[in-house]
Every structure is written in structure tokens, then in C-alpha cells.
T-cell receptor, first 116, second 110 residues
Framework: GAGVSQSPSNKVTEKGKDVELRCDPI?????LYWYRQSLGQGLEFLIYFQGNSAPDKSGLPSDRFSAERTGGSVSTLTIQRTQQEDSAVYLC??????????????FGPGTRLTVL | DQQVKQNSPSLSVQEGRISILNCDYTNSMFDYFLWYKKYPAEGPTFLISISSIKDKNEDGRFTVFLNKSAKHLSLHIVPSQPGDSAVYFC?????????FGAGTRLTVKP
């Protein structure tokens, strides 16, 4: 299979709790992106991993958000002390290496996070 | 700052007619533009793209037009089919930084 997979598909949590969202990219894809889509909004860039380079964290909305990518494959997005405004669909995407320029991204189905 | 804008949240067309989805951007440095299609409960899927050195790219029923002077691109679908009903996202890329618009929900009526 393989497309990008994400887990869980749905997560309901209480305000103040920490959550971890997982992304399994397509095998061989060197680039991995996290986005979130709030209700009625476009895709908001969060963080980007490319190979072994330092990640581009410029889209993370606050220091409560962090992400790791272990072994250049699986990635985990962690949100600490969740707030209601964190409720959104969190999408992961990966891209194959294409002469150093990655354009087409393959998206996972997303994780719908609801913070009560 | 919203660098990519899709000002029409929704569009409804009759089957067989042309669908035109519009997108505007503010950063003239963007060098690649893409359209993604999203069905409910699924992630977006790549549809068609265009490099900033071109002004048109066609793939079957889908054509993307780029007007760099106006910082505007559009997606034409002709003829439109009911299966085209989805949310369409415009995206603009500079190196590895990709920005998305808010999406336009297209409904194609049979």
C-alpha cells in the first residue's frame, strides 16, 4: 500500500490534555509535511521535514506544537495542553525526491481532532 | 497573511457545462502552482500543476491557466461531470514552501 496513513482517524480530548498524531508517509518519500484545516479555512502549513535536514517549523502556531520524524520515516505531531482552537483536521503529506524540488504532495486522510 | 486566495467558497454548474475555479496570489516569487481535489473524509489529491514559465497546461478535461501579471490562475473543467463535485484547493509553491487557498466547493448537477 500504499498511500500516506494517519492515526488515529478521530481524536476527542479534553482541554489541557496532550495529544499525539501519527503519520506514516509513503515509503521512499523524503519530504513530509503537516498541515491543519480548521472549519471553513484552507490548509495551514505547520511543519516540513526534508531528509536529514533541520525541519522548517515556521508554521507552528505556538510552542505547544512540536513534531518529530524518526529515522526519516514516521512522524509524530504533538500538541501539549490542547485548547479548543486546536480543533481541526490535521493532514500529513509526503513527497518523493524530485531533483531537489518537491511539488506534488500525497496526502493522508487526516486526523480530526476535537478539543472539548 | 493569506498569500493564496480563493474568493468563491462555492460554485454550482450543470453537467456538461464548463466549471471555472479561480485563485489569486500575492507573492510574485511563487514558481509553481497546483490544484488539488478533496472529497469528504479523504485527503486532498493532486490534480494538475503549472510552472511559472508557462501560461497554460492541459490534461484531459482539466486546463490550468496562469496570468502572472495579474497574479491569477484558474482551473477549467470541461465538460463538467457529477463526479467532479468536490472541494478544489489552489496551491502556490516557492522551493519547498507551499501555500494553499481556502478551497472552492464545486457541485456539478446532473
Amino acid at each position: 500500500g500504499a498511500g500516506v496513513s494517519q492515526s488515529p482517524s478521530n481524536k476527542v480530548t479534553e482541554k489541557g490534555k496532550d495529544v499525539e498524531l501519527r503519520c506514516d508517509p509513503i515509503s521512499g518519500h523524503t519530504a513530509l509535511y503537516w498541515y491543519r484545516q480548521s472549519l471553513g479555512q484552507g490548509l495551514e502549513f505547520l511543519i516540513y521535514f526534508q531528509g536529514n535536514s533541520a525541519p522548517d517549523k515556521s508554521g507552528l502556531p505556538s510552542d505547544r506544537f512540536s513534531a518529530e520524524r524518526t529515522g526519516g520515516s514516521v512522524s509524530t505531531l504533538t500538541i501539549q495542553r490542547t485548547q479548543q482552537e486546536d480543533s481541526a483536521v490535521y493532514l500529513c503529506a509526503s513527497s518523493p525526491p524530485t531533483s531537489g524540488r518537491v511539488h506534488e504532495q500525497f496526502f493522508g486522510p487526516g486526523t480530526r481532532l476535537t478539543v472539548l | 497573511d493569506q498569500q493564496v486566495k480563493q474568493n468563491s467558497p462555492s460554485l454550482s454548474v450543470q453537467e456538461g457545462r464548463i466549471s471555472i475555479l479561480n485563485c489569486d496570489y500575492t507573492n510574485s516569487m511563487f514558481d509553481y502552482f497546483l490544484w488539488y481535489k478533496k472529497y469528504p473524509a479523504e485527503g486532498p489529491t493532486f490534480l494538475i500543476s503549472i510552472s511559472s514559465i508557462k501560461d497554460k497546461n492541459e490534461d484531459g478535461r482539466f486546463t490550468v491557466f496562469l496570468n502572472k501579471s495579474a497574479k491569477h490562475l484558474s482551473l477549467h473543467i470541461v465538460p463538467s461531470q457529477p463526479g467532479d463535485s468536490a472541494v478544489y484547493f489552489c496551491a502556490a509553491s516557492l522551493n519547498n514552501d507551499m501555500r494553499f487557498g481556502a478551497g472552492t466547493r464545486l457541485t456539478v448537477k446532473p
